[in-house]
C-alpha cells in the first residue's frame, strides 16, 4: 500500500449540549464562519480608521455603519449561496422538491451564489447609504479571505470537498465514502486534501497580498482594484485546485469519470472552473480599469 497519511481524529461537533429537551451542538463549520466574519471586521475597521489609504485622504463610511453593513453580508451570503446551489449543482432535484430549497441546515451552499449574494447586498447597501461602490467593495474584499481560509480548514475536519485519488505521500485517506471509492484501488485509498490547497490559496496567500495592497501599497487609493485582486486571486486559485478536487457527484456519468460538467472531445472543465472563469475575467478587467485611473 502506498505511503499516505491518515485522517485526524476530530470530531466535526465541538460540543454538545441538552437544554429544555433540545440537543444544541457547536460545529467547527459554525465557529469558522464566526471567527471569519469577526476577523474581517476588524481588518476593514483597520481600514475605515485610517483615512490616510484612501482617495483623497477620506474614509468612504464611518466605522459606525458597519453594522448594518454586515446585516446586508449575511443575508447575501445565505441567501445567494443556497440559491447558487440550487440552480449550479441540481436544479432537477430541487424543481421537484421546492419544499426542500429552503432548508439550508441540510447542507449545500455554493461560494460562488453565496459571493454573488454578497455582491448584491453591498451594492444595495451602497445605493441606500450613498457609499461609494467601489471602495465599499475594496473593504470588503481584504476582509474575505479569513473567513475563506477557516471554512476551508473546516471542510477538512468535517471530511468533505474531497479530492481526487493520489498516490502522493501527502495523500489523506478520509473516512466513509471518500476511501471506498478510489478505482483500481484495493482497499483504503489516499485522496488529495483540497481542501487545504484552498485554504492556503484563497485564504492565506490572497489574504497576505490583499492586506499589503491595502496596508502597505497604497492599493485603496485606487478605487476597484482590490476587489479585482481577490475576484482574479480567487478564481485563479480555485480553477487550479479544481483539477485535483473530486468533481461533484452530480456530474459524474458513465463516459465522463472525470465529473467535467462540460467538455470538448475527451476534455473538459469542472462546474467550479466555469463558474471561476467569469470571476477571472472580471477581475482582470477591474485591475486594468483601476490602473488605467
Not at 459554525?30 to 480608521?49: E, S
Request: charged letters at 15%; one cysteine or more; aromatic letters at 12%.
Amino acid at each position: 500500500m502506498i505511503s499516505a497519511i491518515a485522517f485526524p481524529d476530530i470530531s466535526p461537533i465541538i460540543f454538545e449540549i441538552e437544554l429544555f429537551g433540545f440537543n444544541l451542538a457547536l460545529r467547527w463549520y459554525a465557529l469558522a464562519y464566526i471567527v471569519g466574519i469577526t476577523l474581517g471586521w476588524f481588518v476593514m475597521r483597520g481600514a475605515l480608521r485610517r483615512d490616510r489609504l484612501w482617495p483623497d485622504d477620506i474614509a468612504p463610511m464611518p466605522t459606525a455603519r458597519m453594522e448594518d453593513l454586515l446585516t446586508y453580508v449575511v443575508i447575501g451570503v445565505i441567501a445567494g449561496g443556497r440559491l447558487g446551489y440550487v440552480l449550479f449543482y441540481q436544479p432537477g432535484y430541487y424543481l421537484a422538491n421546492p419544499i426542500e430549497i429552503p432548508m439550508i441546515w441540510t447542507g449545500g451552499l455554493s461560494f460562488h451564489g453565496g459571493f454573488l449574494g454578497v455582491v448584491a447586498g453591498v451594492w444595495l447597501f451602497s445605493r441606500r447609504n450613498a457609499v461609494p461602490l467601489g471602495q465599499l467593495s475594496d473593504a470588503i474584499a481584504i476582509a474575505a479571505p479569513p473567513a475563506v481560509l477557516l471554512v476551508r480548514l473546516a471542510n477538512f475536519v468535517n471530511a468533505e470537498l474531497w479530492g481526487r485519488p493520489t498516490d502522493l505521500p501527502w495523500g489523506v485517506i478520509f473516512p466513509g465514502e471518500a476511501a471506498q471509492t478510489c478505482p483500481g484501488v484495493a482497499g483504503a485509498c489516499a485522496r488529495h486534501p483540497s481542501q487545504l490547497y484552498e485554504a492556503g490559496l484563497e485564504g492565506l496567500l490572497l489574504g497576505s497580498v490583499l492586506i499589503l495592497l491595502a496596508f502597505a501599497w497604497g492599493g485603496l487609493k485606487k478605487p476597484w482594484l482590490a476587489t479585482g485582486t481577490f475576484f482574479a486571486g480567487y478564481g485563479i486559485a480555485r480553477f487550479i485546485v479544481e483539477f485535483v478536487r473530486q468533481p461533484d457527484a452530480q456530474f459524474q456519468e458513465p463516459g465522463n469519470p472525470l465529473g467535467w460538467a462540460f467538455m470538448v472531445g475527451d476534455y473538459g472543465l469542472t462546474m467550479g472552473q466555469i463558474l471561476s472563469l467569469p470571476m477571472i475575467l472580471v477581475g482582470v478587467a477591474l485591475i486594468v480599469m483601476a490602473r488605467r485611473r
